[in-house]
């Protein structure tokens, strides 16, 4: 089955540092795509950043990078520069293939706090 | 935007009695997901459907059923409402799956609650 965790409830950082969401999966998929969501105070969900399973880098969307360890099986989301508007819940979900069926799951989150 | 639309957007209603929530799309996109949000757990899978009448149960399906009988179209009904089911719920839909880059899209959410 696969399941999404995520060990960091909440995070503080400090205003322009950098920061480092973590994220782990388990999948029995040999294909599967990994992504990042942020959810403000507002509630909406907005996408930050997608990662191929077959991709080779890693990938990178202005601010965001996402720190991909297949052997791991880890898909860290960096967050350099921090802004006060990154305070949000941070989600890392997966979608898998043929055994999973293109579900699409998430992890329980992280709460990030950007400190002035 | 993507156009998804999720109605009723708050709803409240007593113990016992069917409830159905109505994910509207725009975008003629293939799959459709329906997640609970309650806090520590993130967002869980209920029912999700790849496609016109194909549809598969997530992690959290006990007490819940969905219909898609048209591809815009994706209904999510609590058979007999309990408390446990108080949550926020969050309609998504995707054009691919698999490895495809495309990102689900999210509805607005319809905060539910059951006294």
């Known amino acids: 089955a696969q399941k999404i965790t995520q060990t960091q409830p909440g995070m503080f950082v400090q205003e322009k540092e950098a920061v480092t969401l973590d994220c782990t999966y388990d999948t029995s998929d040999q294909s599967y795509g990994l992504f990042w969501y942020k959810q403000p105070s507002s509630g909406e969900m907005i996408f930050l950043i997608y990662?191929?399973?077959?991709?080779?880098q890693n990938a990178t969307e202005g601010r965001y990078s996402l720190n991909f360890q297949k052997a791991r099986k880890s898909a860290n989301l960096v967050i350099s520069a921090s802004q006060l508007g990154d305070s949000a819940m941070y989600f890392c979900?997966?979608?898998?293939?043929?055994?999973?069926?293109?579900?699409?799951?998430f992890g329980p989150g992280t709460s990030l706090s950007v400190i002035p | 935007d993507a156009g998804i639309t999720q109605s009723p957007r708050h709803k409240v209603t007593e113990t016992g009695t069917p409830v159905t929530l109505r994910c509207h799309q725009t975008?003629?996109?293939?799959?459709m997901y329906w997640y609970r949000q309650d806090p520590g757990h993130g967002l869980r899978l209920i029912h999700y459907?790849?496609?016109?009448?194909?549809?598969d149960k997530g992690e959290v399906s006990d007490g819940y059923s969905v219909s898609r009988s048209k591809t815009e179209d994706f209904l999510l009904t609590l058979e007999s409402a309990t408390s446990s089911q108080t949550s926020v719920y969050f309609c998504?839909?995707?054009?691919?799956?698999?490895?495809?880059?495309?990102?689900?899209?999210f509805g607005q959410g319809t905060r539910l609650t059951v006294v």
């Open positions: 990662q191929g399973s077959y991709d080779e």
């Open positions: 975008e003629n996109h293939r799959y």
């Open positions: 998504a839909i995707s054009e691919s799956g698999g490895q495809s880059d495309t990102e689900a899209f």
């Open positions: 979900a997966m979608r898998g293939s043929k055994t999973s069926y293109d579900k699409v799951i």
């Open positions: 459907s790849y496609g016109v009448k194909d549809t």
